[in-house]
Every structure is written in structure tokens, then in C-alpha cells.
């Protein structure tokens, strides 16, 4: 019966993704239980044994009665004994990624999709200090200061997106082969879209607001529960060029799109298709972890809107399973960054299906930039990008920890300023590049873990030829080696223990307080890798979320902070609507008014987490151990004297 048992919920989840305590929970011998389908199965058990196997029937209301790193990743692989499969994520991680280990850095704050491993940057730094000196190359244990030098800059450019679109620009060999790896690792078809490179995520949405025909298609509709700086400098551009800007809705507490408000919004009684306006949708909430459903876009298409995806949430590998022949949006926005845990500087990119270049409007953008290489570093004789355009570029050096921060529009790091504005934005970026007149050693450049690292002379280089260049973009190797399913479940995993630990902290009173309060979806099959969450005190008030980012940055744990709006309460809720709305300056006002403006200015600042697939079980585990520090009354006072203490200059007498 048992072996039946564990037949039938193989079947019914193919990819092995669900616990396999399930099998031995009562639930798995309940022959009553009607049937269900198998992916619907694997969901219901995945949550069912999340909840009931990871401490089960138990509250912990002190730090130090918290099980220990091993004792608890011991049991994490008993619930979930597939984790073991991605190992190979973690040596990969130990070679390629081995600063997060020197620094000891829980990095909980990238969003996006990161092109190279600390390794492949350190390594080349070292050839060329090698090429320059003959010394000794650096030692991993060392990581070592770099070059201001960039491997290339961006430069800016005021131009206009449709002319560029229809006539092209002049692309130079380069960002031709930079170009053609991205959309390949996207699944993104040249033959149906055309792609330009952004100095930013908020200078793609800007581009689109800029260009788009307001002028006849007058609305714009956005699903966002978080505030984002993008969207709202798009919304800000396109109601200034005559749109009128709508918003989805999403139900407190679990912050699930109003369906009916949406679908009215969308759908059209007029019998008569005409084109409506822009539709932006993300997969899935870059704050919260909620994903959505596709069905949105097929009815947003069917009712005669544009359709822009924001795909600068998703997963290195989400866009394998998003079907974007099926549905063909008509504009597409994702962001990279350079190195996870190093350096979060990126760029942005915009694609554009080539069908609806002719419906743009002619306009002047600001936002478009070029990759420039550098040319003594590639020994090039000409450089046709560099020419008229004035290079602008910011050394490693000059760029300090609070501008890293700010520049929330790149992917990377998330936002952990609220109302940032930021007039100029500037990126140094490098890349590994070999001039083609350098014989690369022929193979793919996929990097496998097991495999010891080569030197610079012997890596292995991607084997299809961009032009003149070989480019090999590290990290989007190791992605493609890895695949979908491998990193989805780890994720998956992870990010549900996460939750159902967080949910076990309370407060030793009576009352049983929860430490802990998560917005969105709690333990769920298929949430997203983010997460909303605050703590609370024993008395239940609300510990503001940029002290607590700024303890956990004292504790090597990066997180950030965010705002969750357009909410809404339905009547039962109307207490506590009152206690948990407040302005994004922090102040519980005006939560009655009726006006639209004032409305959109409540919400509620949240704590952000977001794994990325390097994220590992020990930075989780770090995170849950550092919340769990709040349940001592005493804790936040204690840190203010330290931090005082630590911070006193000594005066020589």
C-alpha cells in the first residue's frame, strides 16, 4: 500500500517537487478524499506537509531556544529530500561565487538577472594585472581591489524610439553580440522583436510612456500591489501626454487581484474592437511573491488592449516557461545586473514586437543608451559606437554604498529609499570579451560546477560567434546549465521554510503575539521567491521597516523596504483598515478620505526579502535567526546602545 501510495503522487507531481513526508501524513491513506487533478494534487500536498512537518505543533518564544544551522537543515532535508538535487547550485556557488563566504553576506535584496560570477571578474582583474606586472595572481581568500577601468561604459543618447526602431541605429559589433546573447537566453525571437538597450528599468517604462498613442488610446491600466518607481514615472509622463491611468486592486489580507473590478476594467461592451490602451502586467510581484494568473493578458488581447509584460521580476530561467509564443505581448522590459552579492549596477532592456513599431509616436526620448567598450582594453583600431557620443561612467571607487542603493530602477539590489528620484543615472559595467583576433579554445560556455576553474587562457567560451566578439556571460551559462525545473524547486523549498518558520515565532505573553506578519501569499506551491513581511513588538506596534533593514545590515543581512498600495479592505476589515494604513511618509492620517489622490498615498511599508537562486539554506536560516532576536523586548534598545558605543570617537587626552 505504501509503495501504491508513493506511485500515484509521483504521477500526479512529474517533477518530484512535492514532500515526501506527504506519503506517510494521514492525508496520503484518506481513500475518502475526492479525487483530485494531479497538478492540483501536488499543490494541496506541497502546502498541506509544508505546514505540518516543518515544526509541527510548535511556538518558539525565544531566540535561544531556536534548533541550531545543522539540526534544523537536517530536518529541512527530511520534508524536503529533493533539495539534495541542487547541490550542484551550492559548489557552484563555493567556486564561482566565494566572496559571499568571505563576507559572510546573506544578500537578500537582488531582483533580476545577473550576467557574470564573481570569479570570471576576479580572475580576469588578475590576468591583467599579470599582463601588467608578472605578479603573482591574487588568491581566492583575498578578493581583491579592481581597476577603475570598465570593460565598457554606457553612453547616452537623446534619440527618437521609433526611428530607432524603424531604420535602426549604429549598432556596433559589440552590443550586436551583447544583443544577440540576451534575446537567446531569453527565448526572445529577432525575427519578431526589436530590442534597445535602457540605462535603467525606469527608463524602459519612461520610453514607452514617451511613445506610446495616448492621443487615441487613452487609458493605462497597471497591476502593481507595491508603489514602483518605474510605473510611477510612467504613469506621471503618460497622464501629462493625455492618458488616463487606472490601477488593479488587490484584496486584503492576502492581496489577491479583485478580479471583478480588473475584468471591468478591461473588458469592453462595445461590440466594435478598438485598440483601448497600454495594459502592464507583471508575471508576478517583485515584493510580495504573488504571481498571476496569464489568462489576464488573453483577456486584455481580446478586448482590444496593448499588452507590456514586466518580466524584471522573474526568475534567470521563469521566461522558458512563460510561453511568449503563445502570447505575444506587445512590449517586454527585464533588467541585469552584474554580479550577485558584488555589484548591482545594471541596464535595462526593452523589446518592442515589430508589428506595432508603425503606432508609436514620434517623440524625443531620453533613456536610450550604447555599450561603448573600451579600446585599449579590446586593441581596437576603430570604434564606430564612440565616436559622437560622450561616454559617461562612474569608477567602482566613486560609487558608494548609498548610490548602489537608490538606483532602484536598475535590477539588482530593490529599493531601500522611498521617493528617490534620481535625474541622472550612470552605470559602469564590464564584461569578459576576446578580440577576434585571439584564438579561443573551441567548446561551450556553459560552466559546470564539478569542473575545477581554468585559468583565463583555458576557459571554455561560448561556441557560437557574435560578429568579431566571443562574449562569454558567465552566470547566464551556469542558468542554462542548471534549467528550470532544478532552480525553480530550490527556490520553491527555501522560500516556503522561510515562511512557516517566520509563522512559529511568538511573543511570550498570554496572548501568544506573533512576531511576525506576512503580506501576500503565506505557504504556497507556487508563490513567488519574495516576500512582505514586519515585526512586531509585544505589544503589537509595528517595528519600522528601516530600522529593522538597518539591524539587519549590522548582522550581514542585506534586505530592503518597500510600500504595498491600491488595497482593499473589504467590511469586515474596517478596524483594522484604520490600524494598519498609513501614508508612505509614516503617518496613520486620513484614512477615510474618498479622494483618488489620497487614496493612492495610504498603503502600508513592508520589509522585503528576495532569494535568488545562489541563495542558500544557512541565509535563510540567518534571517530567520536574526527576527527571532525581536521576541527580547529589550533587543532594539540594546543595538542602539551598541551601535552608540562602537561609533564613539576615542579623544586622546
Not at 537578500?108 to 588578475?126: A, E, K, N, P, V
Request: contains cysteine; proline residues 4%.
Amino acid at each position: 500500500m505504501q509503495s501504491l501510495v508513493q506511485n500515484e503522487a509521483s504521477q500526479a507531481c512529474p517533477q518530484g517537487c512535492c514532500p515526501t513526508s506527504f506519503f506517510n501524513s494521514p492525508l496520503s491513506h484518506n481513500t475518502t478524499t475526492k479525487p483530485r487533478n494531479s497538478s492540483a494534487e501536488c499543490r494541496y500536498s506541497f502546502a498541506a506537509t509544508t505546514a505540518s512537518s516543518i515544526f509541527p505543533n510548535t511556538k518558539f518564544t525565544n531566540h535561544e531556544s531556536l534548533p541550531s544551522l545543522q539540526e534544523s537543515f537536517s530536518e529541512f532535508t527530511k520534508v524536503y529530500p529533493q533539495y539534495s538535487e541542487s547541490e550542484q547550485v551550492d559548489r557552484l556557488r563555493a567556486k564561482e561565487y566565494y566572496h559571499l563566504s568571505f563576507s559572510n553576506q546573506s544578500c537578500l535584496d537582488y531582483i533580476g538577472i545577473g550576467l557574470f560570477s564573481y570569479y570570471q571578474r576576479q580572475h580576469h582583474d588578475t590576468s591583467k594585472t599579470q599582463l601588467a606586472s608578472s605578479s603573482t595572481p591574487q588568491t581566492p581568500q583575498s578578493p581583491p581591489q579592481y581597476s577603475d577601468i570598465p570593460f565598457f561604459s554606457i553612453s547616452y543618447k537623446t534619440g527618437n524610439l521609433k526611428t530607432l526602431l524603424l531604420h535602426g541605429g549604429q549598432e556596433s559589433e559589440f552590443e550586436s553580440a551583447v544583443r544577440r546573447r540576451i534575446m537567446k537566453f531569453l527565448n526572445i525571437s529577432e525575427n519578431d522583436y526589436f530590442m534597445v538597450f535602457t540605462a535603467n528599468r525606469t527608463s524602459a517604462f519612461k520610453l514607452v510612456a514617451d511613445s506610446y498613442p495616448f492621443q487615441s488610446s487613452k487609458k493605462l491600466l497597471t497591476v502593481y500591489d507595491y508603489e514602483s518607481e518605474a510605473v510611477e514615472a510612467m504613469v506621471s509622463c503618460s497622464e501629462k501626454r493625455g492618458a488616463r491611468a487606472m490601477s488593479a486592486e488587490f484584496s486584503w489580507p492576502r492581496l489577491r487581484i479583485q478580479s471583478t473590478k480588473l475584468r471591468k476594467m478591461l473588458v469592453s461592451k462595445r461590440k466594435k474592437k478598438k485598440k483601448r490602451g497600454l495594459f502592464v502586467f507583471p508575471l508576478h510581484s517583485r515584493v510580495t511573491g504573488a504571481r498571476y494568473p496569464y489568462l489576464w493578458m488573453s483577456t486584455a488581447q481580446e478586448n482590444g488592449w496593448h499588452v507590456l509584460i514586466d518580466a524584471c521580476a522573474l526568475g534567470p530561467k521563469d521566461m522558458d516557461s512563460f510561453g511568449l509564443s503563445l502570447f505575444h505581448p506587445d512590449f517586454l522590459i527585464c533588467s541585469f545586473y552584474k554580479v550577485f552579492g558584488e555589484n548591482p549596477s545594471g541596464f535595462g532592456c526593452l523589446f518592442v514586437k515589430k508589428s506595432v513599431i508603425s503606432i508609436l509616436e514620434s517623440s524625443s526620448c531620453a533613456g536610450i543608451v550604447n555599450l561603448v567598450p573600451d579600446r585599449q582594453l579590446l586593441q581596437l583600431s576603430e570604434d564606430s559606437s564612440g565616436n559622437d557620443v560622450k561616454i559617461e561612467q562612474k569608477s567602482p571607487s566613486i560609487l558608494q554604498e548609498q548610490d548602489l542603493s537608490s538606483l532602484s530602477s536598475f535590477s539588482g539590489r530593490m529599493q531601500t529609499t522611498q521617493s528617490v528620484k534620481v535625474e541622472v543615472e550612470q552605470s559602469e559595467f564590464q564584461m569578459i570579451v576576446v578580440p577576434a583576433e585571439v584564438k579561443a579554445p573551441e567548446g561551450s560556455g556553459t560552466v559546470e560546477a564539478q569542473r575545477p576553474v581554468e585559468s583565463l587562457q583555458n576557459k571554455k567560451i561560448q561556441d557560437r560567434e557574435n560578429g568579431s566578439f566571443h562574449i562569454e556571460c558567465r552566470c547566464l551559462d551556469q542558468v542554462d546549465s542548471l534549467g528550470l525545473t532544478l532552480i525553480t524547486n530550490r527556490g520553491r523549498y527555501l522560500i516556503n521554510w522561510l515562511v512557516n518558520s517566520m509563522l512559529k515565532l511568538k511573543h511570550p505573553n498570554a496572548e501568544g503575539v506573533p512576531l511576525v506578519k506576512i503580506y501576500g501569499p503565506k505557504i504556497k506551491f507556487d508563490r513567488g521567491p519574495a516576500l512582505a513581511f514586519n515585526v512586531y513588538d509585544w505589544k503589537g506596534e509595528k517595528v519600522e521597516p528601516v530600522l529593522v533593514q538597518k539591524l539587519a545590515d549590522r548582522s550581514n543581512i542585506s534586505l530592503s523596504y518597500g510600500f504595498l498600495h491600491h488595497i482593499w479592505f473589504a467590511d469586515k476589515y474596517a478596524e483594522e483598515k484604520k490600524r494598519v494604513l498609513q501614508t508612505k511618509e509614516g503617518r496613520g492620517q486620513g484614512v477615510t478620505t474618498n479622494k483618488k489622490k489620497d487614496r493612492d498615498n495610504l498603503g502600508v511599508t513592508v520589509v522585503t526579502a528576495a532569494l535568488s537562486f545562489l541563495v542558500n539554506f544557512e541565509d535563510i536560516y540567518k534571517l530567520w535567526a536574526f527576527l527571532a532576536r525581536f521576541l527580547d523586548a529589550d533587543f532594539v534598545e540594546k543595538e542602539r546602545w551598541r551601535y552608540t558605543a562602537l561609533n564613539q570617537k576615542t579623544i586622546e587626552v
